[in-house]
């Protein structure tokens, strides 16, 4: 990528021209983006309560390198490579619940779920289980840093990034009042949709609220784009709020319990925003949901939406049916989004495209993540 192209990105937004084209199409940019975008920094895998349990492990693979993530006994969320440390066999082909250690399929070496090597059937010959230059101690799964925050399972592939905590210190203080336990909707609050898009729109479209009296009216007509406000960082993140959140999806009053302690403001306000590199968070006073966005090819992108309350008596039976209105809301606004999404994906293929002009009014948050997906491919 020409240096002067990304430095165009970079100028103020009065003056800046979005990311070029090749940044979304190109196979070669792939490659580069994993390195320079994935690797380097804290990257969204999966939400934990998809390993609800100790035992529980999944395998994922994430940019083509075969991962597993484990829940071990002591409850903790652990990332390794899915490979055996004998011949490199993959451990683990689908998720499940183990009762006992992680066993190779090839030559039953066993791990357990922190990644130790703790047994080595017949090693030394038929019966001998141990072997003079087999060290176990040095034998451990590969593990990947992870760490994991409002659910979210945030991996660092080299391994050379800045603590989670010191990378991401900002959205940590700024949204400080809804780190507290969340409860998973259950089977209706998850969902995933599939775009043939490159993820980076997916983003962007997520970022800004201009284009919500064009693309969803319904949701205009209670919160209105006047009533939106623009986040840009500072730190990896951007989006927008509104301050007229105002839940009504039980009949007679019925409500969601909200958050303990939360100050005055979310009464009535609620944010949106991306964490880059790939997650997408919307946080209420009585819900919060994530957004994993999974860049399955340059014009692929899976988002794995999960949704959670503030307390376990809003899992209760009788709040099923508010659940799922809940739920179908959300799925209704986000397949809204696809159309824009796609669309602007193929307009990725126009040469005359020269990564657009920005609105310095609306658009400051979709700029604020160009200039940081620029400023990462630079160096
Ligand atoms: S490859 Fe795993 S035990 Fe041999
Ligand atoms: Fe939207």
Redesign the pocket.
């Known amino acids: 990528m020409a240096t002067e192209q990304l430095k165009a990105v970079m100028q103020p937004i009065d003056r800046a021209f979005g990311l070029p084209n090749a940044v979304y199409v190109d196979a070669d940019m792939a490659q580069m983006e994993q390195q320079k975008v994935f690797a380097r920094h804290w990257a969204a895998l999966t939400a934990a309560k998809n390993l609800p349990q100790a035992g529980c492990v999944m395998p994922i693979t994430f940019f083509g390198i075969p991962l597993l993530v484990t829940r071990t006994k002591a409850g903790e969320i652990k990332v390794f490579e899915n490979v055996c440390r004998h011949r490199g066999m993959i451990l683990v082909d689908e998720a499940k619940q183990l009762n006992g250690p992680i066993t190779c399929p090839y030559h039953a070496w066993a791990y357990d779920l922190d990644g130790k090597l703790h047994a080595t059937p017949h090693i030394g010959g038929s019966g001998i289980h141990e072997h003079e230059s087999v060290d176990k101690a040095c034998l451990s799964l590969n593990e990947i840093r992870s760490h994991v925050w409002m659910d979210v399972v945030f991996i660092n592939l080299d391994g050379k990034a800045e603590s989670f905590a010191e990378t991401h210190r900002d959205i940590i203080a700024r949204w400080a009042e809804f780190d507290k336990p969340i409860y998973h909707g259950g089977a209706e609050s998850s969902f995933s949709l599939s775009l043939n898009s490159n993820w980076k729109l997916a983003v962007e479209?997520?970022c800004e609220s201009y284009?919500?009296p064009f693309?969803?009216p319904g949701l205009n007509s209670y919160s209105r784009l006047e009533d939106h406000y623009n986040i840009e960082g500072p730190g990896a993140f951007a989006g927008q709020g509104t301050l007229v959140y105002a839940p009504s999806l039980g009949g007679g009053g019925k409500a969601f319990p909200n958050f303990k302690g939360l100050s005055a403001k979310w009464d009535t306000a609620a944010e949106y925003l991306a964490l880059f590199p790939n997650v997408l968070f919307g946080v209420h006073r009585d819900h919060v949901y994530n957004i994993i966005l999974k860049p399955d090819a340059m014009n692929r992108t899976s988002e794995w939406v999960e949704i959670y309350y503030t307390d376990p008596s809003a899992l209760a039976d009788d709040y099923a049916p508010m659940r799922q209105k809940n739920s179908a809301m959300w799925k209704e606004?986000f397949i809204?989004?696809i159309g824009v999404v796609e669309g602007m994906y193929q307009g990725r293929s126009a040469p005359g495209y020269d990564g657009g002009k920005f609105s310095p009014v609306m658009d400051g948050p979709t700029h604020y993540f160009h200039k940081w997906i620029a400023e990462q491919l630079a160096v």
Do not use: G, K, R, S
């Open positions: 479209n997520y284009h919500l693309v969803h606004i809204e989004d």
